[in-house]
Each structure stands twice: as C-alpha cells, then as structure tokens.
C-alpha cells in the first residue's frame, strides 16, 4: 500500500470535546483509541470486528501511522487522581468524605465510587462538574504537548451551516467570504487553548453582572464531514453522538450512563428518583394553581367574584339533591307515626288529682272541740 500525501488544514481543527472526553475515561489496556492529526477524527480499534478487517488496518497503520496519535491510557492512578482530587476539594461533610475515602482504597474503586456518588444527589451535581473540568485540562495538555492547533466545537458561536462549510473547505486555499471570516474566529478562539487560563481557569474580579434568564437551547450537532479516510479505517471510526458531558460516564465497566443507571436498579438511587418525580407532580400542580391566580389577578375584582360563583353553583348543583333527602328526614323524624296518634291525646291531656271532702270539725256542747 503506497503512502497518500496527506493535505494541509488551512484553519483549526474542529474536534469534539465530548467524544474526547468519552474515548479518554474508556481507554484503557483492553481498548485502543487513535486520534488522526490531519483531519481531527477518532479511531476505535474494535478487536470485535473480522480478521480481515483488522489486518487491513494493521496494513494501513504500517503505511500512514505517523497521522495517527494514540490516546493516553485511564490506569488505576489516574482515576484514583480523579476520585481523591474531588473529595479533596469539593466533599466537605466529614462522615462522607471518610467513606468515599475508604471507597476508593477497596476494591472496583471506580464503579462503589459511582454507585456512592449517585446514591448522594447533592455530591452527583459536583461530581459531573468537577469530572468534566478536570478532564477539560487533561485533554487539552494532552493536545498541546502534541502542538495541535484545535478548538472545540461545542465552544463555538457559530452557526451549523458554517461550521459544516468550514469541515468541508478544510484544505481549500480559496474559500467563500464568510468561510475565510469564520477561520479568523476559529484562529483566535484556538490561541485560548494556549493560554494559560485554559489551564488554570479562575473567576473574574469584581462585581459579578446582573445575570438575565438564560434560555435553554438545544445544542447543534453538526454532520461528520471527512474527506481523506480511507475506506479500511472507515469501519473504525469513533463517532458517538454525545449531547451533554453528564452523559460521559467515569465507569470502567458501563459505556454509556444509561446502562449505568440500569445497573443501580433496585438501589436507593430508583427510590430517590420516584420521590422526585412525586415531588415534580405537586410543583407542576402548584404551578398551574399559581398560573391561575395571576390570571385571576388580571381580570381583577370581577374575575375572582366569577370564579367564586361559579364553584359556588357548581357544589350547589351537586349537594342539592342531598339537602333536599336532609329536610325531609328531619321532618320524618319530627312528625309522629300513625300508631302514635291515638296515644298523643291522652298523653298531651294533663292529669286532674281528685279533690279531697273535707268534714268540718263539729263542736260539743261543754264547749270542745271533737
């Protein structure tokens, strides 16, 4: 197999930040993961695929190996470094520290981290965050070791017509305008990367700006556009379609989140979810009551006496027929039965005591009384 002279990138290469950071937690002594310095692409040596297909690669490898870097490793060290820097610097309870500690000396370090730190929601949202800055500045050292001129993609405020038209005129000297602007952008974003801020990230002084209602935007994702693979290295190509960096899973056993998830089944962390969901369906409830109450607001006095009358004839309408069977009991309990009718005379009659004859007290001729 002949050598192909490889073109030259007239602008930065775009790469993926999340397919980076995927490859670099799955590589390992079983996994190999390549990235291509021409055109920025990842190669997954699946040792799964036919034999022909693998020798084919090795052929290629022999010829055009020089394009190609190798992925650092994620050994047992390095993930230690991960697991003791975040509980160093982001875990303050005492009693959690000192489990997660005693954790990561045992044995599957990795996968009781992770099932510890999603079992513990307040440590799972530090966790994601710590994870991908950390990996952020292990990728890009890694990158600038190997003086590779790059941005990432999901760093750009670029449309994804222009970051596709930029993939597609990658070795084209001559290009449209708004190409041959956005190239100038993506040459002063890549000069960030260099810096030593990318490295050691700090807050800026001052008073922090008043921040206004950030919208939640679906994040683009633009098509891989290659134009020098070959069709042998084709069929290795890495290529997972990562939304979010939470998605990236710190696991050595599970390659996506989901089935990570799946394994926890059964654990505290499902009993956690549903309490949340429970807790979701009363705010979505207080929400709709609060919506309600603003519109009520709007309409004015008017609108809440309309609204009072209408619940009002609503429990009427439906407590009438109750009300009614209510009286006419108590009026049946009131009145008396027909076999005490004839009883309630003689008994409404008040009893008349006889009268006593008294016999007067005659007198005896000596003058006594007898």
């Given at each position: 197999?002949?050598?192909?002279?490889?073109?030259?990138?007239?602008?930065?290469?775009?790469?993926?930040?999340?397919?980076?950071?995927?490859?670099?937690?799955?590589?390992?002594?079983?996994?190999?993961?390549?990235?291509?310095?021409?055109?920025?692409?990842?190669?997954?040596?699946?040792?799964?695929?036919?034999?022909?297909?693998?020798?084919?690669?090795?052929?290629?490898?022999?010829?055009?190996?020089?394009?190609?870097?190798?992925?650092?490793?994620?050994?047992?060290?390095?993930?230690?470094?991960?697991?003791?820097?975040?509980?160093?610097?982001?875990?303050?309870?005492?009693?959690?520290?000192?489990?997660?500690?005693?954790?990561?000396?045992?044995?599957?370090?990795?996968?009781?981290?992770?099932?510890?730190?999603?079992?513990?929601?307040?440590?799972?949202?530090?966790?994601?965050?710590?994870?991908?800055e950390r990996s952020r500045i292990r990728i890009?050292?890694?990158?600038?070791?190997?003086?590779?001129?790059?941005?990432?993609?999901?760093?750009?405020?670029?449309?994804?017509?222009?970051?596709?038209?930029?993939?597609?005129?990658?070795?084209?000297?001559?290009?449209?305008?708004?190409?041959?602007?956005?190239?100038?952008?993506?040459?002063?974003?890549?000069?960030?990367?260099?810096?030593?801020?990318?490295?050691?990230?700090?807050?800026?002084?001052?008073?922090?700006?008043?921040?206004?209602?950030?919208?939640?935007?679906?994040?683009?994702?633009?098509?891989?556009?290659?134009?020098?693979?070959?069709?042998?290295?084709?069929?290795?190509?890495?290529?997972?379609?990562?939304?979010?960096?939470?998605?990236?899973?710190?696991?050595?056993?599970?390659?996506?989140?989901?089935?990570?998830?799946?394994?926890?089944?059964?654990?505290?962390?499902v009993k956690v979810d549903e309490k949340l969901?429970?807790?979701?369906?009363?705010?979505?409830?207080?929400?709709?009551?609060?919506?309600?109450?603003?519109?009520?607001?709007?309409?004015?006095?008017?609108?809440?006496?309309?609204?009072?009358?209408?619940?009002?004839?609503?429990?009427?309408?439906?407590?009438?027929?109750?009300?009614?069977?209510?009286?006419?009991?108590?009026?049946?309990?009131?009145?008396?039965?027909?076999?005490?009718?004839?009883?309630?005379?003689?008994?409404?009659?008040?009893?008349?005591?006889?009268?006593?004859?008294?016999?007067?007290?005659?007198?005896k001729r000596g003058g006594k009384k007898t």
């Open positions: 197999m002949a050598k192909i002279k490889t073109p030259v990138a007239q602008n930065p290469l775009i790469l993926r930040f999340h397919r980076l950071m995927d490859a670099f937690a799955k590589s390992d002594d079983e996994r190999d993961f390549y990235l291509d310095k021409v055109e920025g692409f990842i190669l997954f040596i699946d040792l799964d695929k036919s034999r022909q297909e693998l020798e084919e690669l090795e052929e290629d490898f022999l010829v055009n190996g020089s394009r190609y870097l190798l992925l650092p490793k994620m050994t047992f060290y390095e993930s230690k470094k991960f697991m003791e820097g975040f509980v160093n610097e982001k875990v303050y309870d005492i009693d959690t520290k000192e489990k997660l500690l005693d954790i990561i000396q045992s044995k599957e370090a990795r996968e009781n981290f992770l099932e510890f730190i999603y079992d513990h929601l307040t440590e799972l949202e530090k966790w994601q965050q710590y994870y991908v890009i050292e890694w990158l600038r070791k190997h003086d590779i001129i790059f941005v990432f993609e999901e760093d750009l405020d670029l449309t994804k017509n222009l970051i596709e038209k930029l993939k597609q005129h990658l070795f084209d000297a001559r290009v449209p305008r708004e190409v041959a602007t956005a190239r100038e952008a993506l040459e002063t974003k890549a000069k960030i990367y260099y810096s030593n801020e990318a490295l050691n990230p700090r807050p800026k002084r001052g008073r922090p700006p008043k921040q206004a209602p950030k919208k939640e935007l679906e994040p683009q994702i633009t098509v891989d556009i290659y134009t020098t693979v070959s069709s042998t290295v084709r069929h290795f190509l890495f290529q997972p379609e990562i939304v979010t960096a939470a998605a990236v899973t710190f696991s050595s056993r599970y390659d996506t989140e989901a089935e990570l998830l799946a394994s926890l089944r059964g654990s505290s962390r969901q429970a807790l979701s369906e009363r705010l979505e409830s207080l929400r709709h009551i609060s919506s309600r109450l603003a519109g009520l607001k709007e309409l004015g006095p008017e609108g809440e006496e309309k609204m009072i009358r209408t619940t009002v004839t609503k429990e009427e309408n439906l407590d009438g027929e109750d009300q009614k069977k209510g009286i006419f009991g108590v009026v049946k309990g009131l009145l008396p039965s027909r076999r005490e009718k004839g009883k309630e005379p003689a008994e409404a009659q008040p009893k008349v005591r006889k009268t006593k004859t008294v016999t007067p007290i005659k007198q």
